[in-house]
């Protein structure tokens, strides 16, 4: 896993989306509803177990204009950390 562009120390603690468990699109449908409701800027932390998750939330980041900051796995679980992209930013 990767990442991509690290948080700021001054970011507040990013809100936490658990989507163990839940298969494909589920995480993704979840955390777009999520980030729809942020402000920009904000973080947002997927908890995942779905394996194409993975694909999944590159792909939607691409899509959307929002920042996969990181990415990794401890065991099963997948953890994605997502910037909600700035006002003004355009989607893709």
Do not use: W
Request: proline content about 9%; aromatic content about 4%.
């Amino acid at each position: 896993m990767t990442t991509q562009d690290p948080p700021a120390a001054a970011d507040p603690a990013p809100l936490v989306l658990d989507a163990r468990g839940l298969a494909c699109p589920l995480p993704v449908l979840r955390a777009r509803k999520m980030l729809n409701r942020m402000e920009p800027g904000a973080l947002l932390e997927v908890l995942a177990t779905d394996p194409g998750s993975i694909k999944d939330f590159a792909a939607f980041c691409r899509h959307t204009g929002d920042v996969l900051v990181e990415s990794g796995q401890e065991g099963e679980v997948l953890r994605y950390l997502i910037r909600r992209r700035e006002a003004g930013a355009v989607k893709g």
